[in-house]
T-cell receptor, first 111, second 113 residues
Framework: DAKTTQPPSMDCAEGRAANLPCNHS???????VYWYRQIHSQGPQYIIH???NNETNEMASLIITEDRKSSTLILPHATLRDTAVYYC????????????FGAGTILRVKS | NAGVTQTPKFQVLKTGQSMTLQCAQD?????MSWYRQDPGMGLRLIHY???????DQGEVPNGYNVSRSTTEDFPLRLLSAAPSQTSVYFC????????????FGPGTRLTVL
């Protein structure tokens, strides 16, 4: 199973773009990259996912490198409410939906 | 839709007691899962279900039982609570195990004394 590596913490100024990196060098061809976040004490919240192409939705953009060994989650205009733990997850292609959460990146958005 | 609901929100048990954590979803999702989260750590999968009548073990299943008699409900049972089971428990559901997103409940905070 592909594993992910994320920095333990990052700071970002309010209103600026937050760029959260993730390495997944052992990802296989049919595995998706998912991003979730967890705001203090709440259940995780889905942000975005992708396979090969870059993706954008109302919350964020996901940039996946051409070799798929790394990706970057971009929050274009971070707010204080974006302070959370961000998890980069590679979805196992197995029977059953089993997200494997690592330690994630603590993003602190500061005013 | 209420989404994924969990009860109770908080629970304190004594060692050896049993209890059931309730999880329900109203989105007609086939796939449901239980995770636990210990302080400062990521979520770990306990059990999951791919449909009514079908369950399987996750990474940390010991000490927990599950059943799935309906699509909507996926209760988690602790038969004999231990202090090591003190944690926050999250239930999640999704409609497609390959590409769909998971929706998480608000969590149950369990303390075992």
């Amino acid at each position: 199973d592909a594993k992910t590596t994320q920095p333990p913490s990052m700071d970002c100024a309010e209103g600026r773009a937050a760029n959260l990196p993730c390495n997944h060098s052992t990802i296989s061809g049919n595995e998706y990259v998912y991003w979730y976040r967890q705001i203090h004490s709440q259940g995780p919240q889905y942000i975005i996912h992708g396979l090969k192409n870059n993706e954008t939705n109302e919350m964020a953009s996901l940039i996946i490198t051409e070799d798929r060994k790394s990706s970057t989650l971009i929050l274009p205009h971070a707010t204080l409410r974006d302070t959370a733990v961000y998890y980069c997850i590679v979805q196992r292609m197995e029977y059953g939906n089993k997200l494997v959460f690592g330690a994630g990146t603590i993003l602190r958005v500061k005013s | 839709n209420a989404g994924v609901t969990q009860t109770p929100k908080f629970q304190v048990l004594k060692t050896g007691q049993s209890m059931t954590l309730q999880c329900a979803q109203d989105m007609n999702h086939e796939y449901m899962s239980w995770y636990r989260q210990d302080p400062g750590m990521g979520l770990r999968l306990i059990h999951y279900s791919v449909g009514a009548g079908i369950t399987d073990q996750g990474e940390v299943p010991n000490g927990y039982n599950v059943s799935r008699s309906t699509t909507e409900d996926f209760p988690l049972r602790l038969l004999s609570a231990a202090p090591s089971q003190t944690s926050v428990y999250f239930c999640a559901s999704s409609s497609d195990y390959l590409t769909d997103t998971q929706y998480f409940g608000p969590g149950t905070r369990l303390t075992v004394l």
